[in-house]
């Protein structure tokens, strides 16, 4: 109003002066009511749709707010107004005059327009033409910036934003110096903002920022272009700018909250500054590696706001469900200020933030970092100046970290062997460091108990089995107290199972010991039984039978076991320990009571069986040797219905025969070894077998089975040759005795053929070959030649083989000496005498034969039968037929020819006679002696007649 006033009175008269500032006065009381709106700023509505979106980020109008009390009246001379100064620009006024009109009508144009909520698009296009007439009109106008500033608003209130934008862009860049250069820069960078042109915007934001800080705009610049900068991806300048914003308030002390960065600020400022952090926890989230504050507060007092960022950052990030990001906001907190009294909270928060984000093995992690970093100091100052709280959230830790990490150890693969046991042994290591520094924590049972746990996968086995033993019997009572004792005998029975050698007895007594002590102290134990029964195997391997039997005979004189499993187990355990005791009786008592309960054919069934049986065999023996036979008989009988092996069968049955033998009952033994001789022909003790069996026959009076069983024995190639040639002989023998002449022929062919050797044996069977064939028959004679033949095949000669070739060279001759005589003698006597003279020969050589033997009987017979031999060819002589042609003297003298003849033959027949005779010179006297001493009485009565005082004489020789 002062440059239009003063430019009236220059030009125009008083009436138009007055005028004007009638009008003048008015307007200005409408100006001081309702200011424009592009001079209205304020901060409080900006809003996005999440909290953070760039479209909160400009500076909005409000609606032009009505006074109350401008009424009609004032209304009226507003239009009064309007009128007169289009009167004004209608005449043909002073040039100042018309500028003044002309800038005035616009305003008032502009002002109408926009105060209410529709805008009046007439007045603003006619404000509009108005302006940019001015500027054409009056290039010189002073001012022209004010001009401009309205033309811009004019452009936006006609949605011509671009022009308003580039309007407003001249006026900043041709008028720098003009009051209205830096609300210029402002709108247009509001306007860029709203449109997302980041760019241009941070521009002209830029622009004001590096102006004095007493500029009205500096801090809203500094705030806008901060966000422009993070729109644009640079989240560094962005940081800068919102952390320019926080240092202007200067806190003298840590500031760590948000309501106490309210509660510092001034109340205009809170809004800006609790937006500002926002946008830098924004910025800070959006650069790689941004959440390292320290970096952009390291040489800045800004220092002051670290802990406020860092928990805005992190509740910013959780928020955003960025979980590790934001752990690693606070965890860098914590690492950076490790004195600090926030830092332990921090990290409590960045485990937190892992937990929430459902990320375990970081929150483990964070959590083992934690109770490296912090857990020392809390647990020393317990009871001081730490909260019991801490105390708990240390313990809640260690037993999280130690859940998973054992969780983890047990779920390494088996082939990754030394890794998995690496994690049991750190386990084990963090269990006792909890125990230690929670003794009294009530779940210490619990712990001691994943220590034990932890110990025994590690391969610690020796100190799990302790430490499974403190806590089922050192601790106070607790329902963990049962399982530990049982875990106990397990660590101690793995223990034992790879100890080394020098720790081997140690690891058994250990075993045993923790068995007896679980036993007693829990009675009630399910696994009682279990633990027992498996101590009792333990002592049964080290030959402690007697307390075997002290542990198990209890057991199954009492309630009955659990299960049929655990009753096997004590019966098998219990008639095993009777067995290794020779105690055979309660053995199979035992074993008697266990093989119903087994599955056929079951491995266990088998054994089971096989002790049974033995155990009665076992019995048998002692009765056998005690000399009860009948006892021991019906002993092994039953062991071997009872075994399931064929060798303790075979033995038992070979046994009981063997008994029934000695006791005489040939029925049963002989029935004992044909059903043994039957089961296993291939036994060791089959051959025994048999001879037992033929000997039984034998005693029982069937000579026929037992040569039957001699002729098998015979048979055998694997028997011994004497046995095989004894039982041979005697198969032959039995079926002689027997009367089974071909079977008894057919073995003793077979005796001969098979041993030809012992040669006097053979000899004899070949004699009773001889004497079995009808006399003189081709089969008698042939045998007799195969006895001559024998012996004279003999390397050295036996005399009793040779006695037998005697004789059969005797029989020999006697059946030449039968033929020799059997030749008549007949006409024509030349015909037949030299057949007779030929046989004769032969028969003379056959007694040769025999009599060279010389064997007294033989060479007597051979001897005496030679006399025989002239004295019936002299006969025969004497006896030959006459020719029938001789008569009378003829005939006489023929027959005194043929007595001549004869007589030497008789001659020959005494001499032979008496040189048989003879021999009773040598103290010889035999049967054939005698007969030739007959046969002299009978050819020399008158020397040889008292015969039977000679016999008697000769027989006194003997």
Not at 300 to 311: A, E, M, R
Not at 603 to 615: I, N, P
Not at 671 to 682: E, I, K, M, T
Request: net charge negative; aromatic share 8%; charged share 20%.
């Amino acid at each position: 109003m002062t440059v239009v006033t003063t430019y009236q009175s220059k030009h125009r008269g008083l009436p138009v002066v007055a005028t004007l500032l009638l009008v003048g006065t008015l307007l200005s009381a409408c100006q001081q009511s309702v200011k424009p709106s592009g001079e209205s700023q304020t901060i409080g509505g900006m809003l996005e749709r999440n909290g953070q979106g760039p479209d909160r980020l400009f500076m909005e109008k409000l609606p032009p707010k009505k006074i109350a009390d401008i009424d009609a009246e004032s209304q009226r001379v507003e239009a009064a107004a309007l009128n007169h100064y289009q009167r004004i620009l209608t005449l043909d006024s002073a040039p100042g005059v018309r500028a003044e009109a002309m800038r005035r009508s616009a305003d008032l144009r502009i002002e109408s327009a926009g105060q209410g909520l529709d805008i009046n698009a007439e007045e603003v296009a006619l404000a509009i033409g108005l302006y940019r007439d001015l500027l054409l009109e009056f290039p010189d106008y002073p001012n022209k910036d004010h001009v401009i500033y309205q033309l811009a608003r004019g452009y936006e209130l006609s949605g011509r934003a671009e022009l308003a934008i580039d309007t407003l862009r001249g006026l900043a860049e041709d008028f720098p110096q003009s009051s209205r250069a830096n609300d210029a820069l402002f709108r247009s960078a509001e306007m860029l903002y709203l449109r997302k042109r980041y760019a241009e915007a941070a521009a002209q934001y830029g622009k004001l920022i590096t102006q004095d800080a007493a500029m009205p705009y500096l801090q809203m610049a500094q705030y806008k272009y901060g966000w422009s900068q993070y729109q644009l991806g640079r989240p560094e300048l962005a940081v800068d700018a919102f952390t320019a914003i926080l240092m202007q308030l200067k806190p003298r002390r840590e500031v760590r909250s948000v309501a106490e960065l309210t509660a510092r600020a001034p109340a205009a400022k809170a809004e800006l500054l609790t937006d500002s952090l926002r946008g830098l926890c924004l910025a800070l989230a959006a650069k790689p590696e941004g959440h390292n504050i320290n970096t952009y507060f390291a040489s800045l007092p800004g220092k002051q706001f670290s802990p406020l960022v860092y928990s805005s950052l992190g509740e910013l990030l959780l928020a955003k469900q960025r979980y590790t990001d934001a752990a690693s906001v606070f965890d860098d907190f914590a690492s950076a200020n490790p004195q600090h009294d926030l830092a332990i909270s921090y990290s409590e928060k960045a485990i937190s933030a892992y937990k929430q984000g459902g990320f375990t093995a970081l929150m483990i992690a964070a959590q083992e970092a934690y109770i490296k970093r912090y857990a020392n100091d809390i647990v020393a100052a317990a009871g001081a100046d730490i909260a019991p709280a801490k105390l708990d959230l240390i313990r809640d830790y260690m037993a999280e970290v130690l859940r998973f990490r054992h969780a983890e150890a047990q779920q390494t693969p088996d082939n990754e062997a030394n890794l998995r046991q690496a994690r049991f042994v750190a386990v084990a290591a963090a269990y006792r460091e909890m125990l230690g520094m929670f003794p009294n924590d009530p779940a210490f049972a619990t712990t001691s108990m994943r220590y034990a746990d932890a110990l025994f996968d590690a391969g610690e086995l020796n100190a799990a089995a302790r430490q499974y033993t403190l806590v089922a019997y050192d601790l106070p009572a607790d329902d963990k107290a049962g399982d530990a004792a049982l875990a106990a005998v397990k660590a101690y029975r793995a223990w034992l199972a790879v100890a080394p050698a020098q720790e081997r007895d140690a690891a058994q007594q250990a075993v045993i010991a923790a068995s007896a002590q679980l036993a007693s102290v829990f009675p009630q134990h399910p696994e009682r039984s279990r633990i027992l029964l498996a101590s009792a195997e333990d002592l049964y391997a080290l030959k402690r039978y007697d307390e075997v039997l002290a542990l198990c005979v209890p057991l199954l004189a009492g309630a009955p076991l659990p299960t049929s499993s655990l009753t096997k187990k004590a019966l098998s355990v219990t008639a095993d320990a009777y067995f290794a005791q020779d105690n055979y009786a309660q053995a199979e008592i035992y074993y008697s009571k266990l093989l119903p309960m087994l599955d056929t054919e079951s491995a266990l069934q088998k054994m089971a069986a096989d002790r049974l049986s033995v155990s009665v065999y076992r019995r048998a023996e002692v009765a056998r040797d005690a000399g009860d036979n009948v006892l021991a008989a019906d002993l092994f009988m039953r062991a071997a219905q009872l075994s399931p092996t064929a060798e303790l069968r075979a033995n038992a049955s070979f046994d009981a025969a063997g008994q029934f033998y000695a006791s005489q009952n040939w029925r049963e033994a002989a029935s004992v070894l044909q059903d043994f001789l039957g089961a296993f022909p291939r036994h060791a003790m089959a051959a025994e077998g048999e001879k037992l069996l033929a000997e039984t026959y034998q005693k029982s009076g069937q000579p026929v089975l037992a040569a039957g069983v001699y002729a098998q024995i015979a048979k055998r190639g694997d028997e011994a040759f004497e046995t095989r040639r004894q039982a041979s002989a005697l198969a032959a023998r039995l079926y002689d005795s027997a009367g089974q002449t071909e079977a008894a022929r057919t073995a003793i062919r077979n005796y001969i053929a098979q041993f030809p050797a012992p040669l006097l044996e053979a000899q004899q069977f070949r004699q009773r070959l001889a004497t079995m064939a009808a006399a003189n028959s081709v089969e008698h004679l042939n045998y007799l030649r195969e006895i001559i033949a024998a012996d004279q095949a003999a390397e050295m000669p036996l005399a009793a083989s040779q006695l037998l070739a005697a004789d059969a060279s005797l029989q020999l001759a006697m059946v030449d000496v039968k033929r020799a005589n059997s030749v008549e003698l007949k006409l024509p006597i030349a015909n037949s005498l030299p057949r007779r003279q030929r046989a004769m020969q032969t028969a003379i050589d056959s007694l040769a034969r025999a009599a060279a033997y010389g064997f007294a009987d033989i060479t007597t017979i051979a001897g005496h039968e030679l006399g025989e031999l002239y004295r019936h060819f002299a006969a025969a002589l004497m006896k030959s037929e006459v020719p029938r042609e001789l008569h009378g003297d003829v005939l006489a003298e023929y027959t005194m020819l043929l007595e001549e003849q004869a007589y030497p033959f008789e001659e020959k027949a005494i001499s032979a006679f008496e040189t048989n005779l003879a021999r009773v010179r040598e103290g010889v006297w035999t049967a054939g002696m005698r007969k030739s001493l007959v046969a002299l009485a009978e050819l020399a009565p008158a020397k040889y007649g008292k015969q039977p005082e000679l016999e008697n004489s000769y027989d006194s020789l003997n």
